[in-house]
């Protein structure tokens, strides 16, 4: 559908007098509202607070004391639980802070130091490149930007990375040494992995032998309705032959406290023993005791199922809202696009090309945060500048419909002010 | 005093028989004792259980809900606290997770991958050079050997470490990038840095202008009796116009709990400003609900004034009965000497030369694990081999001494062989 089909100059006109109308009473509202992070809500927050009311000790099932020294790749108990999230064996899982993205962030640091495997450390090279599904997560972006990294866009689709284009790039080129993926409700479009992506992933050729799949599984539990399953990457990994090929991360940031739960991530057994050698030397242990509550606390897979249908129940009413706005405003006029996700913390809104900065910009102006535009491709740089990212979940229901209904307003206004001047 | 002075070659071989014989009757107990590590014992880790007695909220004094993301270098009320005892600004302090080592590995990182202050970052360096004051500490030393950095031997003195030497050494040769420094309570030595090491350290003309002290102040307040000060080594560097050399660290690892605790770093405000720039990408943030219990329970340098002297009226008899039995046992005989430190967790224990490995070796045969021989000096090797680290926090009192007598019997039995062989 093109732009405002249907619409004659006249009527466009009018409409966007009627639209700064709309707008202008909006501004003299002095909204103060914000969309832009992925942020659990105080309500959600809630549900996590019995994690503290325990009187007992804290001594593990194996007898170790948490509040001493021991044991850098984490408790048993919490062990567990990560590999009943990510679909591996206990021994495969090193647990630590409440930072995934820290443990993304190191294991960065190990292969540019280190190298990985007896290959050559990629701070030794003379470049480093990395595949960047997009639109992504700004700050997966932001960290290959802090190591100098060229980034290659990665067009994602709907059952995830353009797999043509990453097959084909990194077949040639030995520079390539890895990939960003969430394959459960992609940030910020939702998008589940398919089977086929996944097999693809595990199985390609890769020219350098140190190519490496950073599986960012933030969101591997966070349904919204039905309950979602992915490929196992780690087996078929093995099964392709490149065992060692996936680095799995995963967290309870947005199962328990955002910032304050427990991270973990998840390998083949010989990355596992060579990762926890160099975390050896990093730090005696993670804090045993934020581990030995949580798994008190989430007790299993079953307890975590039970608990997410929790969050669940907060969450859809927000992600309905956001999708019902979008539809009663800006269906039919060929302006926007935007994912209805079965789960995970954003939505994604691809706007009339060359708009969404100033959407983000007018949106700013009425008291509404959004994410910067931009900000979920590489460089900060959307090369159509179409994509918003929606985050729905942190602002109370009746705030986010207000943030909603001026977003809409700004899309309008944004593409009726280009395309009237064009 | 010469070894075993005014002793007759019949008098040690008699002598020698009688340590055999009380040295099976120990291995005849199957005794299972540690010494090796500085760990708080389960009546110091009790002190501590009242942080987790809390059902309030988690509103830190500026409003941020620590249960959700934000602040990455911590919260106010644990700034204030780090700020006290390392007689800093609030602004000066960076709050982590719980560990300060795994600060210090950072610190390293961040100078390896992106330079200090516009400097060649580290690991394009043909080699770097690190001052490493021995007996040390072997987590220091391990963190260097990851690194591949070669590590330079300062023998340690009663006050901190031989400052001509260090003086000399870092005014010649620009690989030299930074000197490890415990200054109070020293690991193992449990010496404190006088006011003139410190001006010393702070004031010496250094070729590389990226040299850095890193100043690992883990016991500040682990007082066993009277409360020791150092001069301010932020203070001296700033008046001697190198405010950026130094970088402190502290954790409440030996306050509260070991591995659960809360750690921070300070520095000046330009290098607090760089290294928040790239822990902003690191990580979103720490663990501040763990900060905000801690900061409840701690609530100002009185208050761990308070604490610290529960841990030093169980630390103090521990200490004493080492001294007390060394001292028995060992005391005009020549073949060996110790340090009676004021506070920290170590005893440092000198052993006739060449025979530190073989004691240690003869206490494992006994059941007593210390703290392998070499391991406070650099890769693990103390070129007279004499230096035993004790590490008397951990066993209860009555183990300790056991562990102390078959300590002394093994010290005798390793001197006596070596000479009567000789």
Aim: hydrophobic letters at 40%.
């Amino acid at each position: 559908m093109s732009v405002y089909e249907g619409f004659s100059k006249q009527q466009l006109i009018i409409r966007k007098k009627e639209m700064e109308q709309r707008f202008s009473c909006y501004r003299k509202q002095n909204l103060k509202l914000d969309m832009s992070r992925g942020k659990p809500c105080s309500e959600q927050l809630d549900l996590s607070n019995a994690i503290f009311e325990y009187n007992g000790d804290f001594i593990t099932e194996e007898g170790c004391d948490c509040r001493n020294y021991g044991l850098p790749d984490g408790i048993s108990e919490m062990k567990k639980i990560f590999a009943e999230i990510l679909g591996v064996g206990s021994e495969n899982v090193i647990v630590g802070n409440s930072s995934s993205l820290n443990m993304m962030y190191d294991t960065f640091v190990r292969a540019y130091l280190f190298g990985i495997n007896g290959c050559e450390p990629w701070g030794r090279l003379e470049k480093v490149r990395f595949l960047c599904p997009s639109p992504g997560y700004d700050r997966h972006f932001a960290i290959c930007e802090q190591f100098n990294m060229d980034m290659i866009t990665i067009p994602m689709k709907e059952d995830g990375p353009d797999m043509d284009m990453v097959e084909e790039l990194v077949r040639e080129d030995e520079l390539i040494k890895g990939i960003w993926c969430i394959p459960m409700y992609s940030n910020p479009t939702g998008a589940v992995y398919s089977d086929d992506v996944v097999k693809r992933l595990a199985g390609m050729k890769t020219k350098a032998a140190d190519f490496r799949i950073f599986w960012d599984n933030a969101y591997a539990v966070h349904h919204l309705y039905e309950e979602n399953k992915i490929l196992n990457i780690l087996d078929e990994c093995q099964k392709a032959g490149n065992a060692d090929r996936v680095y799995m991360f995963a967290s309870t940031a947005k199962i328990t406290f955002a910032g304050s739960g427990v991270a973990a991530m998840a390998s083949s057994l010989d990355n596992v023993r060579q990762i926890k050698e160099k975390i050896s030397i990093q730090k005696i242990c993670s804090n045993k005791i934020n581990q030995f509550l949580h798994a008190r606390f989430l007790k299993d897979y079953d307890g975590i199922r039970a608990h997410m249908e929790k969050h669940a129940k907060i969450l859809r009413p927000k992600f309905e809202a956001v999708s019902d706005i979008l539809s009663r405003n800006l269906s039919g006029l060929g302006i926007a696009s935007w994912t209805t996700p079965r789960g995970g913390y954003f939505i994604s809104l691809d706007v009339h090309e060359g708009c969404a900065k100033k959407v983000v910009e007018k949106a700013k102006e009425a008291g509404v945060t959004l994410t910067p535009a931009g900000a979920t491709f590489p460089y900060g740089r959307d090369p159509n500048d179409r994509n918003i990212r929606i985050a729905p979940t942190y602002p109370p229901l009746e705030e986010l419909k207000s943030a909603v209904e001026v977003l809409c307003i700004c899309v309008e206004l944004a593409v009726l002010e280009k395309i009237l001047q064009d």
